[in-house]
Nanobody, 117 residues
Framework: QVQLVESGGGLVQPGGSLRLSCAKSGSVFGYYTMGWYRQTPGKQRELVAGIRSDGSTTYADSVKGRFTISRDNAGNTVSLQMNSLQPEDTAVYYC???????????WGQGTQVTVSS
C-alpha cells in the first residue's frame, strides 16, 4: 500500500521561504509522476508543480521562477522549495503520486502553508 507523508509546512512572512518534503512508502507499479497540489477553502485543488522520472518538470504560471520541485533518483521522495512566498500562496499543500499505468492518484494528508505578516 502506498503512503505519502508530507513535512515542512508552517507560517512564514511574505518574501520568505519554505521547503516541503514528501516521503513515499510502498511500491507503485510501472511509470508514475510525482507532484504538489494546493487547495484553499471553496476552491478546487490545483497543480502547483509536477516532475517525471526523467526529471522534466511543469509549474503553475503563478509559481514559475519562485518554486522548484525535485525528487530523488529512486522516486521515494519529492520536495518543493518555495521562495518569495506571497499571501496568495497560503493553502494546504498535498503531495501526489500519479500511476500512469492504472490512472490512479495517491495523496498525502496535506500540510498547511500560511504566508502572513
Amino acid at each position: 500500500q502506498v503512503q505519502l507523508v508530507e513535512s515542512g509546512g508552517g507560517l512564514v512572512q511574505p518574501g520568505g521561504s519554505l521547503r516541503l518534503s514528501c516521503a513515499k512508502s510502498g511500491s507503485v507499479f510501472g511509470y508514475y509522476t510525482m507532484g504538489w497540489y494546493r487547495q484553499t477553502p471553496g476552491k478546487q485543488r490545483e497543480l502547483v508543480a509536477g516532475i517525471r522520472s526523467d526529471g522534466s518538470t511543469t509549474y503553475a504560471d503563478s509559481v514559475k521562477g519562485r518554486f522548484t520541485i525535485s525528487r530523488d533518483n529512486a522516486g521515494n521522495t519529492v520536495s518543493l522549495q518555495m521562495n518569495s512566498l506571497q499571501p496568495e500562496d497560503t493553502a494546504v499543500y498535498y503531495c501526489n503520486v500519479k500511476s500512469i499505468v492504472y490512472n490512479r492518484d495517491y495523496w498525502g494528508q496535506g500540510t498547511q502553508v500560511t504566508v502572513s505578516s
